[in-house]
């Protein structure tokens, strides 16, 4: 059975334009560094909740597919990060079967390690897009990273403990009454 919060991350609706964000929230929506480090800066020990890893066929990812090369299976990560033992962020990473040759085999053996702290420390890691969405109150955005020039889909959707929800942002959307 599927965990709840990635319910509401397929739930995500990128938006085409993003709105008038503040400061924080936007920073944090567009971070380009790993947000594993950008929790582990706010004070936390960061764990990893593994929910599921495992190939899968093309019906398994159907809103990813027209961001990925089409292939036969993908190698598909589901977790919640978490920050001193509380989720702050539910992650899906999709990577085709293609991309994951060389070094790049390593994301099959991540266990409870978290992405960031694979990805982040390679000099080849570029990023493509960063598309910002939004499910009911909760931010997320989805990200295409290329190791080696190769693929992969990172989808985040930040959590109602998650720092990105400071009081004077719930709404996330900057007010024009002062």
Request: aromatic letters at 8%; proline letters at 6%; glycine letters at 6%.
């Amino acid at each position: 059975m599927s965990h709840p919060a990635l319910t509401q991350l397929r739930a995500l609706r990128y938006l085409d334009v993003i709105p008038s964000l503040k400061t924080t929230l936007r920073e944090w929506l567009l971070l380009e560094d790993s947000m594993t480090k950008r929790f582990e800066q706010q004070g936390k020990t960061v764990t990893v909740t593994l929910l599921r890893e495992a190939f899968v066929g093309r019906e398994a990812i159907t809103e990813e597919l027209t961001l990925l090369p089409e292939e036969p299976r993908y190698w598909l990560r589901e977790i919640i990060l978490c920050a001193d033992g509380v989720p702050w962020l539910v992650g899906r990473t999709v990577v085709p079967e293609s991309t994951l040759s060389g070094p790049e085999l390593a994301l099959q053996k991540l266990g409870k390690t978290p992405l960031g702290r694979y990805l982040f420390t390679s000099s080849t890691l570029t990023r493509d897009f960063i598309e910002v969405g939004r499910s009911d109150e909760l931010w997320g955005r989805r990200s295409r990273l290329r190791l080696n020039g190769k693929p992969l889909l990172l989808t985040e959707l930040f959590l109602p403990a998650s720092p990105i929800y400071q009081k004077e942002e719930r709404d996330g959307v900057e007010s024009d009454a002062e």
